[in-house]
């Protein structure tokens, strides 16, 4: 169960990654901490994809990259209707993917009030 | 270093292959080894395979394909390595089979690529697909590759003025140049007007990956393509002359699609493209005839841009003037390219090679670019994060000698 999604912050530099690197891609630093990765952002690109696996009750899964404030990317699923280039909108953290005894969570994003 | 040369091609027709993995890779290998004049059985000369397949595992249950393809061509004791590098499996074994000749390791090696991919449905091959991509942030989300070149695509579109006329135009004409090339697996040239205008053009050509189409995106295609290496010392041993691999060039880009510092370069491309042309001695002006790796139809204009083929921003451009078909100023994917002569992964990158090599050999027959002497693939892993470049050219290693240099 994980129903947060972290940064992970170099110790030695303070460079933030998403997703984990094992190496820091600024000082080469091992060592990291990790940071919530919350809150708004804005809305880089997006997509509707309309060729979805069997089972699926719905006619298209939209996903999108989403720049938060502290310059990190991330991509996710989106959970609005209403998409636009720039958009703001808000991390929420849900089930992505049903997997066997096991759900994955990540970012579900929102368009912001 | 040696100088590397190319003197045997084969190729099965793409599309539906009907028959088991090593038989399809059978069909292409042998037709390399006739190509270049080499017997099968005894004296075969063949030291060193490449198998290049990215699903033979997960898709077709069979590992070790390389050993399996040795021995029911009758090639053992031939040192034998299957090759796995996504959709750059292909260009990789051609890397791989250059080095082992250029080191001296040996003399004559045979690169076969294929891919057996319609014996699963439509959606496990793309969901097959996708399992290359970042496990965390992108594939446990449902992300696929049609998925991330369709937000790669809107951004192209929104930064450089491409519109989706422009990237159907870029189907159309591979399309066209598909059907001049025997071995393609769609042999049908779609209507520009029908597929973009027309009021039905979204039920004949609906949505796959807004904004990509179903004509934007490759089929998915059984096929296999084989290479007959050696080097350029022992190149009057085979009856046609070689076509010398001039410069390889390859480079890596971030696993997750979203951390890259700008969201419409394709960086690896441009790295592995500077990096062949630094090997090649030879410039972006002088190629007569590349393979782009259009898988999406966005990658052929980004990727032409990258390599240095059209000014940044302008690969649109080139298309609507006409410039990449052939009789253009720089035909681009003149065997149909993925988008038409379809995409068995491990298969590509060789495939590439192989309508280069038969495009530097005059033997292209209704789609030949009159003259062509210096030739570029792309062949792109990944989304991006893994790219080859190699430059092909008619041209002697003399005139070049430097450039062996840079590796
Ligand atoms: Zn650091």
Known sequence: MQAEIYAYKCTACGHLHHPAHFVCVKCGGREFEQVALTGEGTLVTYTRVYNLPEGYMKPFIAFGIVEFPNGLRAAGQMGTDELQLGMRVRAEVGVVKEGVGKDFYGFIFQKAE | ?????????????????????????????????????????????????????????????????????????????????????????????????????????????????????????????????????????????????????????????????????????????????????????????????????????????????EPLHVYDVCPVSDGAAALVLCAMEAGDRFPKKPVRIAGIGQATDTHAVAERAVSTDLLAVRLAAEKAYAMAGISPREIDVAELHDAFVILEIAESEEAGLFPRGEGHLAVRRGDTKVGGKLPINTSGGLKAKGHPLGATGVSQIVELTRQLRGEAGGRQVAGAKNAMAVNFGGFGNNVIATILTTGGPEKYASGNLRI
């Not at chain 2, 004559?108 to 399992?131: C, P």
Request: a negative charge; hydrophobic letters at 45%.
């Open chain 2, 1 to 209: 270093m040696r100088q590397v040369g190319i003197v045997g091609v084969g190729h099965t027709k793409f599309g539906k292959a009907g028959v088991p993995l090593v038989e399809m890779l059978s069909y292409a290998a042998v037709e390399a080894m006739d190509d270049a004049g080499i017997k099968t059985g005894k004296g075969h000369g063949i030291d060193q395979v490449f198998a290049a397949t990215m699903g033979g595992g997960m898709i077709n249950r069979q590992h070790g394909v390389a050993s399996a393809l040795v021995d029911t061509l009758n090639l053992r004791p031939a040192m034998a390595e299957s090759v796995e590098n996504g959709p750059a499996s292909g260009a990789s074994a051609v890397k791989l089979a250059y080095m082992a000749i250029a080191s001296g390791m040996c003399d004559t090696a045979l690169v076969v690529g294929g891919e057996l991919m319609r014996v699963v449905s439509g959606w496990e091959a793309t969901d097959f697909v996708a399992t290359m991509l970042h496990p965390e942030a992108e594939y446990n989300y449902g992300l696929t590759l049609p998925a991330l070149a369709g937000m790669f695509t809107r951004l192209y579109m929104e930064k450089y003025g491409v519109t989706e006329k422009d990237l159907a135009m870029v189907a159309v004409k591979n399309h066209e140049h598909a059907m001049h090339n025997p071995v393609a697996h769609i042999q049908l040239v779609p209507d520009l007007y029908s597929i973009t205008e027309d009021e039905d053009a979204i039920i004949i050509n609906p949505h796959v990956a």
